[in-house]
């Protein structure tokens, strides 16, 4: 049996950009991550809204926690995101990222960026399932 807490819990002590967003870990379980961190001005592009990548490595993390749940080390080999809306300093967001699909060598996830209620980004990925486990 898995023990996600601990495995996302490991991930995060050795996280150093997720630590630079300051990810808050909401929510953890077998094939699904919640996370959330509030948008700070170093954040922002030149036009005063967040930077798509900041949005982008919210979700990133998500999709990681959520992929490593199962146990299994599991490593991204193809994402994509969607920015819906404009997002400024000072708005808290949610990723919640929740296995769709998953086979003994892949893994398909989909992340929903959220600004309370209202959908920011659309994140897709696909993990490769090493066969490596996390020592916990």
Same mark, same amino acid.
């Given at each position: 049996?898995? %023990? ?20 808050? !870990?909401? +929510? $953890?379980?077998?094939?699904? #991550? ?6 700070? +001005?170093?954040?922002? %592009? =030149? ?27 599991? !490593? ?12 400024? #300093? =000072?708005?808290?967001?949610? #990723? ?9 060598? !892949?893994?398909?996830?989909? $992340?929903? !960026?959220?600004?309370? %209620? ?14 490596? +486990?996390?020592?916990?």
């Amino acid at each position: 049996m898995t %023990n996600p807490e601990k495995i996302v819990s490991q991930m995060m002590a050795k996280d150093a950009f997720s630590q630079w967003l300051d990810v808050k !870990v909401d +929510e $953890v379980r077998e094939g699904f #991550a919640q996370i959330s961190m509030t948008v700070r +001005e170093e954040m922002l %592009n =030149g036009h005063q809204i967040m930077h798509g990548g900041i949005s982008y490595s919210l979700a990133d993390s998500a999709f990681a926690f959520a992929s490593n749940t199962h146990g299994r080390k599991a !490593v991204s080999i193809e994402t994509s995101i969607n920015h819906l809306k404009p997002v400024f #300093a =000072g708005d808290r967001l949610t #990723a919640t990222a929740e296995m769709e699909s998953l086979s003994r060598s !892949v893994g398909y996830y989909l $992340v929903r !960026v959220k600004r309370e %209620n209202d959908l920011v980004g659309l994140f897709k990925g696909v993990v490769y399932r090493k066969q490596e +486990e996390w020592k916990i």
